[in-house]
Nanobody
């Protein structure tokens, strides 16, 4: 069974930076496409960034130029560096992964708060 868990969230001032991490554990056959999603207070979950198994990345418009997603297949990890954070970036950030032959998994999320 595969599980995901995020870390790296916290509280920062506007303009600050954070790096989120997500690690997959369990009996992993292969780690496929991975993504970061977020849910703002009172909002719906939205895509932030995705990275395919071959390394191709895609970003939401609000993330482009500020956030960078990456992965380390040897360690079954995915990361997202976030810079120039804004109050509207506040929310719960969740890691999602597609695992061939095993299905889709979601982490419980990590809180990111951007506030003065």
């Amino acid at each position: 069974q595969v599980q995901l868990v995020e870390s790296g969230g916290g509280t920062v001032q506007p303009g600050g930076s954070l790096e989120l991490s997500c690690v997959a554990s369990g009996r992993i056959v292969r780690m496929g496409a991975m993504g970061w999603y977020r849910r703002a207070p009172g909002g719906q979950r939205e895509l932030v960034a995705v990275i395919l198994a071959e390394g191709i990345t895609q970003y939401a418009t609000f993330a482009k130029g500020r956030f960078t997603i990456s992965r380390d297949n040897r360690k079954n990890q995915v990361f997202m560096k976030m810079t120039n954070l804004r109050p509207e970036d506040t929310g719960v950030y969740s890691c999602m992964g597609d695992f061939p032959m095993q299905g889709q998994r979601w982490g419980p999320g990590t809180q990111v708060t951007v506030s003065t």
